[in-house]
């Protein structure tokens, strides 16, 4: 199957690390992504990690990778009003490796 | 940095009439894409193109649906006929050699079906 499944909100206060947790169906993954869409704006990558990575770190953005249970999750450390936006966990799998599979994003809402 | 550039922001159009929905992807991007999001919905994908023609497309893309790059620059989404479900963001996409990792997506059409 295709599913890509995210919780629909988390709401933090602000400086708090937040975490958004995605599990995913097909073990075929290739690349996990973190996409964040702002209100009216694009889709911009936040981050990826290749399905043979266990965790990938870049600033405040750390991502977990658990192949076994097909769970993917991002930590927003020191989440920061800027942070709210809906975030996207997506996939890309070998046999289509150019066609991007979303999740129902999570929205995040930071409180100051 | 290099953008993905959408036009036009939005799009209000009567059922039945014809859309075109235009991108200006990423000068040195060799694949591109669109994808739709209905309103409180998943992000799906339409059809991805390369080489000047459709590599994938999802069961959406039916024969309503065409895609063309009419010169070295733009990237065009026609649709024929427009239902009220049509209704949705439409983003543009590109991406070099490397595949969906160097992705770029513009930050989208919204068309409006009346």
């Known amino acids: 199957g295709e599913d890509v499944e995210q919780s629909l909100f988390l709401s933090v206060r602000e400086g708090d690390s937040s975490v958004i947790n995605c599990t995913y169906t097909d073990s075929s993954s290739t690349y996990l992504y973190w996409y964040k869409q702002e209100p009216g704006a694009g889709l911009q990558l936040l981050t990826y990690?290749?399905?043979?990575?266990d965790m990938k770190q870049d600033q405040r953005l750390t991502v977990l990778l658990n192949k076994k249970d097909k769970h993917l999750s991002l930590r927003i450390a020191d989440t920061q009003t800027g942070d709210s936006a809906i975030y996207f966990c997506a996939e890309t799998k070998e046999t289509s490796y150019d066609k991007v599979i979303f999740g129902p994003g999570t929205s995040l809402s930071v409180i100051p | 940095e290099p953008e993905v550039t959408q036009t036009p922001s939005h799009q209000v159009t009567q059922m039945g009439q014809e859309v075109i929905l235009r991108c200006v992807p990423i000068s040195n991007h060799l694949y591109f894409y669109w994808y739709r999001q209905i309103l409180g919905q998943k992000v799906e994908f339409l059809v991805s193109?390369?080489?000047?023609?459709?590599?994938?497309k999802s069961e959406i893309f039916d024969d309503q649906f065409s895609v063309e790059r009419p010169d070295g620059s733009n990237f065009t989404l026609k649709i024929r006929s427009t239902k009220l479900e049509d209704s949705a963001m439409y983003f543009c996409?590109?991406?070099?050699?490397?595949?969906?990792?160097?992705?770029?997506f513009g930050s989208g059409t919204r068309l409006t079906v009346v």
């Open positions: 996409a590109s991406s070099g050699p490397g595949g969906a990792y160097g992705y770029t």
């Open positions: 193109f390369y080489n000047n023609e459709i590599s994938e």
């Open positions: 990690i290749f399905s043979n990575m």
